[in-house]
């Protein structure tokens, strides 16, 4: 395994630095005298962690193809364009293939790559039993698929950078496995990078009215809530009938099964990050809105393809 940390307040060298870990992308700044860059992180054959902080302005154009890329923009301002469509960097946010111009002002930056050839040689055991296929990112779907998903996205990531940088544990080559499924099992379930639209409520938001936008939303923020459909008609200002039908069409499910499966897929991310020593299965079910166990178990084993149990301890 590698790391490094670099800091310059040399604007070419700063170039270099960035191209030596992405060769398409090209630095400069047209205030020199504020400059200043560090560049750290630390990498293996199957993910890379960078870490990059930027004092004064600088522009970063070109394209990240080296793997699937998430970003997250820890502090400061960066505007990121695709072909003039913006990306919302205040949550984290895909790293689509293509060419890109990202500005940036004191900002500190970070980005998880994960290999593509691993991602694609390792995701289908967790495909396994579905229809489900990996699909390209797109500059038009960038955020997490939900609020759930980007708490999942947000702890796993958490997690993986405290375990990174522990020079003990990350030395262990088991450690490092585990690290890997982790990641690859969060980005899964939390960007639009499979074929699934059930799972992905994200996927088609762009293009849904206003009313069964608000309807989705609310259900996708507050799916441990105990809400109706009434409650959800009143959120959409519609009647229950126009909300129903709205959200099938939309869906493919009624807002019921949309809302269980929202409350599947946050004890989903929860599950996987919780410690099976401090944490139990009913603890988090009711956490998530669940009431029934059986039915929850059921329900969960129909979606995973695995008992809640088994996440737990994985």
Excluded: K
């Amino acid at each position: 395994m590698r790391t490094w940390n670099h800091v310059t307040r040399d604007v070419g060298e700063a170039a270099e630095m960035l191209r030596a870990e992405f060769p398409r992308l090209a630095l400069s700044t047209e205030d020199e005298a504020r400059f200043a860059f560090r560049h750290s992180g630390s990498d293996e054959s199957r993910w890379s962690f960078h870490r990059s902080r930027v004092q004064g302005s600088a522009t970063i154009i070109g394209s990240v193809t080296e793997g699937y890329g998430v970003g997250r923009v820890r502090a400061g301002s960066a505007v990121l364009e695709y072909a003039g469509l913006r990306i919302d960097t205040t949550r984290p946010y895909l790293r689509p293939p293509g060419r890109s111009t990202l500005l940036v002002e004191d900002a500190s930056l970070e980005l998880v790559v994960l290999d593509q050839t691993a991602v694609r040689h390792h995701a289908p055991r967790y495909l396994v039993g579905t229809d489900l296929g990996l699909i390209a990112p797109s500059a038009e779907n960038t955020a997490p698929v939900s609020a759930a998903a980007e708490r999942l996205w947000n702890a796993a990531r958490t997690y993986a950078g405290e375990v990174v940088n522990d020079p003990e544990l990350i030395s262990s080559a088991p450690v490092r496995d585990q690290l890997f499924d982790l990641l690859l099992r969060s980005f899964l379930r939390c960007f639009p990078v499979t074929s699934d639209t059930r799972t992905l409520p994200g996927a088609r938001r762009a293009v849904l009215p206003a009313t069964i936008r608000r309807v989705l939303q609310h259900m996708d923020d507050h799916s441990a809530e105990a809400l109706t459909v009434a409650d959800l008609a009143e959120i959409g200002r519609l009647s229950v009938r126009a909300m129903q039908d709205g959200v099938r069409r939309y869906t493919g499910l009624t807002p019921l099964q949309y809302l269980r499966d929202r409350r599947l897929d946050d004890a989903h991310a929860r599950l996987i990050v919780a410690d099976a020593a401090t944490v139990n299965v009913a603890a988090v079910a009711r956490a998530c809105g669940f009431v029934h166990m059986p039915r929850f178990a059921r329900d969960y084993r129909l979606r995973f393809g695995e008992n809640p149990r088994d996440t737990l301890h994985s």
